[in-house]
């Protein structure tokens, strides 16, 4: 099957709907990824590179996605107390069609929904639009210092391949090694099956106030 690039368009899940980026989302992008424990694991190049305000995260945010080059996504509660509001960012992105590549990255998420089943669905959604469009292979990456990161990437049934080092600049000009995981298309089976072990028994998301 030749990889095609999917349109962009929103994607349903259970507990979160994923709606293509737009300029709108920014004000609450905010209020979801605007704290120090968001950046401190790599996120915008590290603790360094957390605007200091909406007006700086605002300006910042549309250079730090690619939402030109890859189809991001704001991910929008749909349960629950808190249905409507939004919990972070993902991006499937870097598409080689000849290759039959993809990338799931610039991902954050509210701190308030770490270890619940956003991060789960998100990847079920994003991954299965992947390799519904053909892709063989979905990388996915983390600061090499990222350990709750690479333990998530690695709960998902993505495999280790290596760490490319010396592979990009923080924020604060130091050099990052970067851990890269992937999943090809004869695992998304058992990974698919996997996420969706684990959301069938999940709660939805109550945040915090």
């Known amino acids: 099957m030749t990889a095609t690039r999917p349109e962009r368009r929103v994607l349903d899940g259970r507990f979160i709907r994923l709606e293509p980026y737009t300029a709108a989302h920014l004000p609450d992008l905010w209020a979801a990824l605007g704290h120090p424990e968001v950046f401190a694991g790599g996120y915008g190049g590290g603790p360094a590179g957390l605007p200091a305000d909406e007006a700086a995260f605002a300006e910042w945010a549309p250079r730090n996605m690619p939402h030109e080059a890859g189809n991001t996504y704001v991910a929008v509660l749909t349960q629950g107390e808190d249905a409507g509001t939004v919990v972070g960012a993902s991006s499937l992105t870097d598409f080689d069609l000849p290759l039959e590549h ?33 892709f063989g292979r979905v990388k996915l990456q983390a600061d090499v210092l990222n350990e709750r990161s690479r333990a998530a990437m690695l709960k998902l049934g993505a495999q280790f391949e290596g760490v490319v080092r010396r592979d990009k600049i923080r924020a604060d000009g130091s050099w990052r090694d970067t851990a890269v995981y992937s999943i090809l298309i004869d695992e998304w089976p058992a990974v698919k099956a996997g996420l969706e072990a684990r959301l069938a028994d999940a709660e939805p998301p109550v945040l915090a106030r």
């Open 102 to 134: 993809a990338h799931i990255g610039y991902t954050a998420w509210d701190p308030r929904v770490w270890a619940g089943p956003v991060n789960p669905e998100a990847k079920l959604l994003m991954l299965g639009e992947a390799f519904d469009h053909g």
